[in-house]
């Protein structure tokens, strides 16, 4: 069994051994500072570790891992030209450095090169392997423009941002240990069951993200707290305390929100007040401990060793505990 | 075997029993808009002709050759958004009608649909199929991005052209003809021999397109006569202007191109005339007799009956003489 860290930095040498630059530089350029940069590579990670877990050779895993995590990045790369983002990771997006053609065009590419991971793979694993792939690439689409949408959209529920989230966020994370499971040969019913299970870290994480930018450690979270609230965005957080809030509380909270004209560290911090008297933040600990509990629940039913189990525990209490 | 009209009949019966539309509508609407307008459907023919003539089933190829049309469509929707088109085939562009995320988005989303239907193929054959869509798609962002660098390159040569039109437009007809060759279990000898066909048939079609423009019958052609000029489009045309021109002549073209206050029907007038005193347009219609010359040479090396050879040569001139 391969740990978590072992995996990671097969991961990070399979992309440091890459060359990602080619003719012309002008296109590969904004891909090979995109994807040199490293990060986490969480989701590739994990399709080595379902692979692993499920028996597989990790040796034939990498390329389609590679391919998940450079599908990712594409993601990135063309969601902060529409989110007019200029940073990401501390640096200069590829839009505000090159300008939005470049970027475009270079996600493009990134996209293509993506499937060319993905594709080397054994013939005859490709057919579930792509349709794998298409089907959440198109997911993460669709759950990007419901995200879109909601920046207009007046009154989003619970229930549209469980299925924002489940299309941008869960479904890759999901894909990424099916992925990793139908390179293992794992059977059909072990591999959908690994796929919820990354269906509800998945929604688990995107939570635990929603609350740790108003209730986080700075310092150890490494972002401003409450950049969703200083720009706009309509999380669980903010949902739940619309749905929760009366009186002159609904008043200010809607002023907030719809009054573009308002911003500053006193909103912030009056938000989180909000948050906190209507209790938001116990309720979004509920919402995350129940994904995290069907997730687990999900894992005992999978046919891992004790300390797979054990490993797949750790690495969800990294991924949710992130400001620990 | 199947003329090429009952084959653009087909595949125009394919598209419109499609219904392109899903959740979430912003996201689908401008792919159904794009899709559902028609056109000459050229490249799916192409696949379906070359499936057809080489012995295969028309009916195995038609969703591959709708994955390469809605891929096509795919890089005109980000290609009008990078050259900030306002017009595609008379009607408003997406990112003109849905604004630019919109097409960034729904781009994103048709090279996803893209690969779902070229992968609706014999698993068997997917491999070599996607190995070839995958090479095709990378080569046309590649054009696309030397057309760009063009727009501020001042030493671009002719070879630095061919290269550009071979990787943005050559390479697609010729992947078209490929893949319905793969798709009929073509041996790989004649699959590379249509492939090359198809680049000097693409070749041939990319400077009549650029002769056209300047010497064309606006009325048969459809389209207002300098466009290329006007837009300061480093043509074939141009280029070779550039090289012959002397004196006068070339301070004037040189004017013409690199000092963006001057416009109009004058200097359009006025850059014909120097093109025709420097005989650009017989030299222009010998390059693209050059290569019509090498497709035919191709196709006569081809196993098909002679009807079939007939048939692609119509074809051939139909694309290459739409002026008459």
């Keep these: 069994m391969h740990s978590f860290k072992s995996l990671q930095r097969r991961i990070n040498l399979a992309f440091t051994d890459t060359a990602f630059m080619h003719e012309p530089v002008q296109l590969y350029e904004p891909i090979a500072y995109t994807l040199d940069f490293g990060g986490k590579r969480l989701r590739p990670v994990l399709v080595l570790m379902a692979c692993d877990f499920f028996g597989g050779d990790i040796d034939k895993a990498v390329f389609p891992a590679m391919g998940v995590e450079i599908f990712h990045n594409f993601t990135l790369l063309h ?20 300008g939005t053609n470049a970027a475009i065009l270079s996600g493009d590419t990134m996209f293509v090169l993506a499937y060319e991971y993905v594709a080397k793979t054994d013939p ?72 919820e299970f990354g269906i509800e870290l998945g929604m688990a994480f995107q939570l635990q993200d929603d609350f740790l ?13 409450g950049g969703d609230i200083a720009a706009y ?65 999900i894992l005992q039913s999978l046919p891992f060793e004790a ?11 990294e991924m949710l505990g992130r400001e620990r």
């Design 213 to 225: 930018d108003a209730f986080g450690d700075s310092k150890k979270f490494g972002k401003t707290i």
């Design 233 to 297: 965005k309509k999380t669980f957080l903010f949902l739940k305390a619309l749905e929760l809030a009366r009186g002159d509380t609904l008043i200010k909270l809607t002023n907030y929100f719809f009054n573009k004209e308002i911003n500053g560290e006193q909103k912030i911090a009056e938000t989180i007040d909000i948050y906190k008297q209507l209790k938001v933040d116990e309720i979004t600990r509920i919402q995350i401990e129940h994904h995290h509990q069907k997730a687990l629940e």
């Design 124 to 195: 005859e694993l490709l057919p579930m392997v792509l349709n794998l792939f298409n089907d959440t690439a198109r997911k993460v689409c669709e759950g990007q423009q419901y995200d879109m949408n909601f920046e207009t959209q007046h009154d989003v529920t619970i229930d549209d941002y469980m299925r924002m989230i489940r299309l941008k966020t869960a479904v890759l994370i999901a894909c990424s240990l099916k992925l990793g499971a139908l390179l293992a040969n794992a059977d059909q019913v072990h591999a959908e069951k690994i796929y």
């Design 79 to 98: 969601d902060d030209i529409m989110d007019h983002a200029l940073l990401r990771r501390g640096r200069d997006t590829v839009h505000q450095k090159w």
């Design 307 to 317: 300390e797979m189990t054990t490993e797949i525990i750790g690495l969800m209490q």
